[in-house]
């Protein structure tokens, strides 16, 4: 492979019609809303789950969003996760509201406002990305501390299951293959990618309550300008910067000067820029875990596509701030 996976993040799921939706959850719709759901678009084509995520028209006139997911799925306990932070989130969070929930035995449904806007970053563009950093900016001085309590950090969830934080080490001992379709000088790289896992629980301390999971399919400019962010199932503690650098490999892949943004920006102009760095190399040793095996149950082959190309893009970056491949 020359170069990473095109992965076109508005096409990255495989959703149910409002047809296949039982009609047990279409009942409890419309009663927690008070009228009848008239019409149902087409499910949105971003994410990676199976969830069924669209807008929908109500018989009084009101147009919203609606996410449902059988309990079989990740996005069930996801969905829950959602309804219960976004009412928590303050309103520099631009996300939109949650209007009401629904259940079956084996179903989950969440309501929200309805915003008539589109994905960023696809590809990124100067607007985009100054709108967007607007955005993070706003929402980490809201956000530190942290106005949500109870929270874990987003260290432990790097660490669950098998730890991202040891997948570089194990691929220089053997004990896990390395991902085909990489840059050619990954190899030589991984001793220092491993020795930055080292610094990775210091550099991700924090007090901030982050997305943890802020990705342009996660992030929507309506068609005045403003930039909503969607998608709050991921809530973790870290630090303030966290969300918005995690933005930056791939906008720099497709042309954004980060190099200039980090020294301009708020969230980075007095961050050391190791932080940043060892931030940057567990997500790509996260990526790294598994992308050669099949995609988890309930999630699109998409998936490891993006794996693919956030390992590319988050080594690319790390390559040219501490010159690999000089």
């Given at each position: 492979?020359?170069?990473?996976?095109?992965?076109?993040?508005?096409?990255?799921?495989?959703?149910?019609?409002?047809?296949?939706?039982?009609?047990?959850?279409?009942?409890?719709?419309?009663?927690?809303?008070?009228?009848?759901?008239?019409?149902?678009?087409?499910?949105?084509?971003?994410?990676?789950?199976?969830?069924?995520?669209?807008?929908?028209?109500?018989?009084?006139?009101?147009?919203?969003?609606?996410?449902?997911?059988?309990?079989?799925l990740h996005s069930y306990g996801a969905y829950q996760r959602e309804?219960?932070?976004?009412?928590?989130?303050?309103?520099?969070?631009?996300?939109?509201?949650?209007?009401?929930?629904?259940?079956?035995?084996?179903?989950?449904?969440?309501?929200?406002?309805?915003?008539?806007?589109?994905?960023?970053?696809?590809?990124?563009?100067?607007?985009?990305?100054?709108?967007?950093?607007?955005?993070?900016?706003?929402?980490?001085?809201?956000?530190?501390?942290?106005?949500?309590?109870?929270?874990?950090?987003?260290?432990?969830?790097?660490?669950?299951?098998?730890?991202?934080?040891?997948?570089?080490?194990?691929?220089?001992?053997?004990?896990?293959?390395?991902?085909?379709?990489?840059?050619?000088?990954?190899?030589?790289?991984?001793?220092?990618?491993?020795?930055?896992?080292?610094?990775?629980?210091?550099?991700?301390?924090?007090?901030?309550?982050?997305?943890?999971?802020?990705?342009?399919?996660?992030?929507?400019?309506?068609?005045?300008?403003?930039?909503?962010?969607?998608?709050?199932?991921?809530?973790?503690?870290?630090?303030?910067?966290?969300?918005?650098?995690?933005?930056?490999?791939?906008?720099?892949?497709?042309?954004?000067?980060?190099?200039?943004?980090?020294?301009?920006?708020?969230?980075?102009?007095?961050?050391?820029?190791?932080?940043?760095?060892?931030f940057i190399a567990v997500i790509a040793a996260y990526m790294l875990?598994?992308?050669?095996?099949?995609?988890?149950?309930?999630?699109?082959?998409?998936?490891?596509?993006?794996?693919?190309?956030?390992?590319?893009?988050?080594?690319?970056?790390?390559?040219?701030?501490?010159?690999?491949?000089?």
């Open positions: 492979m020359s170069g990473p996976p095109d992965v076109d993040y508005r096409a990255t799921s495989l959703r149910p019609t409002w047809d296949a939706l039982p009609e047990a959850l279409k009942h409890a719709l419309s009663v927690a809303l008070g009228t009848d759901i008239v019409d149902a678009s087409p499910s949105v084509t971003s994410g990676f789950t199976g969830g069924f995520a669209a807008p929908v028209r109500l018989a009084d006139g009101r147009r919203v969003f609606v996410k449902a997911s059988d309990n079989t309804a219960e932070v976004v009412p928590q989130l303050p309103d520099a969070a631009q996300a939109p509201a949650i209007i009401t929930t629904a259940r079956t035995d084996d179903w989950f449904a969440v309501v929200s406002e309805w915003v008539d806007a589109r994905m960023p970053g696809a590809p990124w563009t100067a607007a985009d990305f100054a709108v967007v950093t607007a955005r993070c900016e706003a929402l980490a001085d809201a956000m530190t501390p942290s106005p949500i309590a109870g929270l874990d950090t987003f260290l432990m969830d790097l660490e669950s299951g098998e730890s991202a934080l040891l997948v570089p080490e194990q691929i220089l001992a053997g004990d896990r293959p390395l991902p085909r379709g990489l840059q050619e000088w990954v190899p030589r790289v991984l001793p220092e990618l491993a020795d930055l896992m080292n610094a990775v629980p210091d550099a991700l301390s924090g007090t901030a309550a982050t997305h943890g999971d802020l990705r342009p399919d996660n992030l929507l400019v309506d068609t005045t300008g403003t930039c909503w962010t969607v998608d709050w199932n991921w809530l973790a503690l870290g630090p303030r910067w966290m969300d918005w650098v995690g933005l930056l490999p791939v906008a720099q892949h497709q042309g954004i000067d980060t190099g200039t943004a980090i020294r301009s920006s708020s969230l980075t102009a007095d961050v050391p820029a190791d932080e940043l760095d060892c875990k598994n992308p050669d095996t099949p995609p988890p149950h309930g999630t699109t082959p998409a998936l490891r596509e993006h794996q693919r190309f956030y390992a590319w893009t988050f080594l690319d970056w790390l390559a040219t701030r501490r010159g690999w491949t000089a």
